[in-house]
Nanobody, 124 residues
């Protein structure tokens, strides 16, 4: 199982960016995909998660992401997206995608596979 995250970069505050994460290996459609982030000197934190086919329609967001970020998935492309709008300097972090089976869980330890991370910098 491999996860490849992309789409990070430098954006001004108030701007938008879309991250992508493409998975290979086992069946994608039935796995939970999550986005996490880790800012310098801070612990990795949950951003958003989207369920697989078993728990269709289950999406969770961290409070800071609600109303600004949107997670979605395209099972035909084995890809999960994170659309980020109204970005703030405090969103600056390395963003990671991860996968697990079962339900959407907010704890990083529950995810078995991780991508390499893509860096987002939001300038003020």
């Amino acid at each position: 199982v491999q996860l490849q995250a992309s789409g990070g970069g430098l954006v001004q505050a108030g701007g938008s960016l879309r991250l992508s994460c493409t998975a290979s290996g086992r069946t994608f459609s039935d796995t939970v995909m999550g986005w996490f982030r880790q800012a310098a000197g801070k612990e990795r934190e949950f951003v958003a998660g989207i369920s697989g086919a078993t728990y269709t329609g289950s999406i969770k967001y961290a409070d800071f992401a609600k109303g600004r970020f949107t997670i979605s998935r395209d099972n035909a492309k084995s890809t999960v997206y994170l659309q980020m709008d109204s970005l703030k300097p405090e969103d600056t972090a390395v963003y990671y995608c991860a996968r697990r089976t079962g339900a959407v869980i907010r704890h990083a330890n529950a995810y078995r596979s991780w991508g390499q991370g893509t860096e987002l910098t939001v300038s003020s």
